[in-house]
């Protein structure tokens, strides 16, 4: 019987023939393969390493929880100004006062023109006026309760210029609150709501705990559109971004935009680690760099604000600056670190206790201070009034100084660093320097600077005044000399030279090597 190509039993041996062709092509590329890795020995099956993997695939987090309970007591803040309108008595409205005026037919077009567009207010116009007066909107940011009877923090700058705050919970209910007080200096400021109810609080956490790259949730009114949430995690610690004297920001990557300022920064039990208060972007928006004011900070001058309205800091009176690797050689201290006095202003705490320019604070009551940074923070952290023992390294050894603590002053009355007045002399081929004594007989003023020299590049140029070497006052050459021979003779490397500019004192530390 003929079968056709397709038929049943034709099939069938085809498929028995491709099978075995498979199976042996199977058997080669295994061999092959044992053989290409090298662990076919004496017929043995193959061992290989297992690759690196999870038994169990990583769960993404939810902050579903979180956000849930914290999201009560966080609200927006919206702010207004009292702007009182210019009065009605005076620009045209003198026409009606004009003698004749009140002859004019009712119809007159100059008695309509007035009436209508610069004369007595009829009662619509009453309205306008008064509404012009209302409080007109100003910002609008973000804050959180942190008491169950309705205090709430935010930021300084959200508040700041207001003269009516409103705060919007994140059921949309509308309370209003008065401010209790600010601190410009850390951006924080306090208001506590007037309506009398128990409101959902957050506390602060210990945020020396706070890791780089831990989680943190963000909570805010970005762009006035009310509760909005979004997570990252901390990308760094003590961040100084040029906002003022206690600069130690945690930076985050979370969403933060906007309207944001004076919003909480959450860990993962719903704590507050920090207070968002500023955005890195050059566009406006968030490119994943914002700052929080840390829970500790926070903290304590909230307590403050709440309990006196203010926030009262110690105050020493000095202008300083970090001592970098050539200071402290020229000093002959062993390592980078403390404070460099470039200036005691007269009267004030430390100028009085005997500190003196060129002096490097390097503890407060037996506590190490590493930078000017850590130095004012700590110095804030008294009280006015207090006596602290301060350590400052001088002439190659460290002495005990006691200070007692004035107020700070405040934010519009500090008083700048002034330096001391200018003084001169000739001298210092060596540096790059050309200098001459000054006129007040004190000092040595800097006419020239040779371009490259150790001078330029440390960014000494020509009307500085040299004040001292390494901390001997300076009349003459012979002067600079005499101190740099005594450097070199301490086998020192470098002199530290007080320069004066503009009534700021600063140091630059000049490697006695150079010629």
């Given amino acids: 019987m003929h079968q056709d190509a397709k038929s049943p039993a034709t099939e069938k041996g085809r498929i028995g023939r491709g099978r075995r ?12 393969g044992a053989v290409g890795f090298g662990v076919v020995t004496g017929g043995t099956a193959p061992v290989l390493a297992e690759a ?7 769960q993404a987090p939810s902050f579903a929880d979180i956000v849930e309970i914290v999201s009560p007591a966080v609200v927006s803040v919206r702010v207004k100004a009292n702007i009182e309108a210019a009065s009605d008595d005076g620009g045209s409205s003198m026409f009606f006062d004009m003698p004749g005026f009140d002859t004019l037919p009712d119809g007159h077009p100059l008695k309509r023109f007035f009436r209508e567009f610069g004369g007595k ?13 209302r409080a007109r909107p100003v910002s609008q940011g973000s804050g959180f309760f942190i008491s169950e009877d309705g205090y709430l923090v935010t930021n300084n700058h959200v508040v700041e210029g207001g003269g009516e705050f409103t705060v919007v ?8 609150a008065k401010l209790v007080g600010t601190d410009p200096r850390t951006d924080l400021a306090v208001l506590k709501v007037d309506e009398k109810r ?3 609080y957050v506390d602060f956490a210990d945020d020396a705990k706070v890791r780089v790259g831990d989680w943190v949730v963000a909570v805010g009114n970005p762009f006035g559109l009310g509760g909005t949430v979004t997570a990252g995690i901390v990308s760094a610690r003590g961040r100084d971004i040029g906002a003022g004297p206690y600069d130690d920001f945690i930076q985050i990557d979370a969403a933060v935009n906007r309207g944001n300022s004076g919003g909480p920064a959450f860990n993962l039990t719903g704590e507050v680690v920090g207070v968002n208060t500023a955005i890195f972007s050059p566009s406006g928006g968030n490119v994943g760099i ?12 909230v307590q403050d604000l709440i309990k006196d309205g203010s926030v009262e800091r110690g105050w020493l009176g000095v202008q300083i600056q970090p001592v970098s690797k050539d200071i402290a050689e020229s000093v002959g201290l062993d390592e980078e670190k403390g404070a460099l006095v470039a200036d005691a202003q007269e009267g004030e705490p430390a100028a009085k206790a005997g500190i003196k320019s060129g002096d490097i604070i390097i503890a407060l009551d037996g506590e190490t201070i590493a930078s000017p940074k850590e130095l004012a923070r700590a110095v804030a952290g008294y009280a006015p009034g207090n006596e602290i023992d301060v350590t400052v390294w001088r002439d190659g050894k460290t002495e005990s100084v006691k200070v007692e603590l004035s107020e700070m002053p405040g934010v519009e009355t500090m008083a700048s660093a002034r330096g ?3 003084q001169s002399s000739p001298m210092a081929a060596q540096f790059g320097l050309t200098v001459t004594p000054a006129e007040t007989g004190t000092g040595l003023v800097v006419t020239d600077v040779e371009p490259g020299s150790a001078a330029d590049e440390r960014g000494i140029a020509p009307g500085d005044v ?11 050459g012979k002067d600079v000399e005499d101190a740099v021979a005594a450097a070199v003779k301490a086998g020192r490397k470098a002199v530290l030279v007080q320069i004066e500019r503009e009534d700021a004192s600063r140091f630059v530390a000049l490697p006695t090597g150079e010629g």
């Fill in 21 to 32: 062709r498979l199976m042996a092509t199977i058997a080669s590329a295994a061999i092959a």
């Fill in 52 to 58: 690196v993997r999870l038994q169990q695939p990583v």
């Fill in 121 to 133: 207010p009829d009662a619509r116009q009453d309205r306008r006026f008064e509404r012009r007066k």
């Fill in 169 to 176: 919970m994140d059921d949309g209910t509308e309370i209003n």
């Fill in 198 to 200: 128990t409101f959902t």
């Fill in 290 to 301: 914002a700052f929080a004011i840390p829970a500790s900070i926070a903290k304590q001058v």
């Fill in 420 to 422: 001391e007045t200018p």
């Fill in 466 to 476: 040299i004040l001292s070497v390494n901390s001997r006052a300076v009349k003459s």
